[in-house]
RNA sequence: GGCGGAGUAGCUCAGUGGUAGAGCAGGGGAAUCAUAAUCCCUUGGUCGGGGGUUCAAAUCCCUCCUCCGCUACCA
């Protein structure tokens, strides 16, 4: 597993002022899918998560808590840990941007920039709302009643000037805009790959990045008034995961990223302020950042407001885990926006998971334990109606791993799926609870065949719902060193005679 | 305002020049091994409006309507 080629894989950094959403459990279950999947192919994968724990919000949080703000995000961290562990998600490392590994790598970092040329000293000055914490440009201002400037929020806003370190952003738009001409797949899906592009051209000024008006950040270092900007002590996150500033050993090997998921929201800092700090810093920009999009509950915007956030601990716990992240991926094409409800939730998980691809396990496995004296069958000759059924569940992996290297989970599941309906339509024509009286041997062929195409199935679902996959290959008394995908075809298939365990549900249905 | 995207069956969407598709929902039938699950058949669309190019347009061009995203320093 070691020696493989290596993949790297990061979430966001979430932002411990917020409560963990669905949100969050979204853009986490999309890369675990993916660390899955290419741990399966034998790949070095390296998943991160983490927290952002800095920040002016923060530090007024803490206040309010009566507590420091290090034992505060000590405590909100948590939760996001929790949430990782609820939704089963595998992810390799897990950082937070108050360690002293970050603080030290996000440093290394800022040197490096002021070593070369690429930040300066000088002056930032705007229209701030103290209210909004914000600055906001000339033209977004409005004039109130007593002549003073307000803020599109009704806010007041006074002028602000302050000393600050600049980020020389403005010389490396061409460098960016030859960058994403040269890898079109740099940033998807292509809707925002157009944005990014189109901004991008409109200009860049030189980026301000670091404050003076709160001190709960990364210090710069050599002038204690100044903490850096949030944006570039999160983002240095994925170096600091690898080891950074020490650039050999797991860094050279994972650097630079295979992908960074991100929510639609700050495919900016990902897809043009990231790229340029790094090649800024001299180090390789991410191979890919995918943006994906947001969740409507139920047809409404989600607001903590309107109070309709959903909590995704308590999805697993009424619907449990699987059928969760089955459905998360499985509903909306992975990119788009998505409405999450209640009733469809429940048709995909009983039509889907428990219908047809449950019932068609159980079925199966229930002939073979009651004709087949519980034991995988001797396979007779194969006819073409046997050979269609495991060409397609041996071509599976061929077929999504093309898919899910574009994020395509919805298409992936698709593809799934044509085989758990082809097995459906197979088992209802050949129907071995006939032939079991007139034809055994031609029963057991029967059920050899679907049983390898549960094993393929099985395998492939590992990374979607890992607990269901595992219980049907459980089932399948399949070993956990053959639970790979170089498993995969008839080199990796059941030994007819290996006696199979009782068989039981593997996705229940959900009844009110 | 500028730039970009979208508008196809009740719902979610696929389909970029050659007789309109899938899943779900609706209707009918078969089977009874199975989590009353499954399988087969089927109703349903003048592909946002209008104009144009072409032997032929959802697919290319023009125009209009509607919706959405982006339009720099809160994350």
Redesign the pocket.
Known sequence: MGEGKPFFITT????V??RPHIGHAYTTLACDVLARFKRLEGFNVRFLTGT?E????VEKSARAAGLAPGDFTDQVSQNFRDLAKTMGFSNDDFIRTTERRHILACQALWNELVQRDQIYLGR???WYSVR??????E??LSMGPDGGRLAPTGAAVEWVEEP?Y?FR??RWQEPLLRLYEARPDFIAP???R???I??V?????????S?TTFTWGVPVPGDAGHVM???LD?LANYLTALGYPETGGVFARHWPADLHMVG??????HA?YWPAFLLAAGLAPPRRVFAHGWWTNEGQKISKSVGNVIDPLALVERYGLDPVRYFLLR???FG????FSHR?LV?RM???????????????L??IE?QCAGRVPEPGDFLPEDETLLTAAHGLLERVRPVLDRQAF?EAL?IL?SV??????Y???Q????L?KTNPARMATVLYVLAETLRHLGLLMLPFVPG?AGRLLDQLAIAPAARTFAAVGPAGALSAGTPLPKP??????FTV
Do not use: C
């Open positions: 966001p950094i979430y932002y002022n917020d952002d800095h920040g002016q919000k930032y000055a705007g909004d914490e914000a600055f906001w440009g033209d977004e600050s600049f952003l403005s292509d809707s925002r157009n944005e990014v189109s901004f051209r409109m200009g860049l000024s030189d980026l301000s990045v404050r900007y949030v944006w999160a639609k929201d700050i495919v900016r800092f043009v509903e909306v094409p788009n926006d998505g409405d469809v048709n009983n039509g889907e998971l428990a219908n047809e691809f449950g019932n068609l396990a159980q079925r199966t229930s002939l009651r919805h698709d799926w758990v309906r082809g097995s459906n339509g088992i209802d024509r129907a071995p609870w006939a079991r269901s039981h549900g593997i996705f229940p249905r």
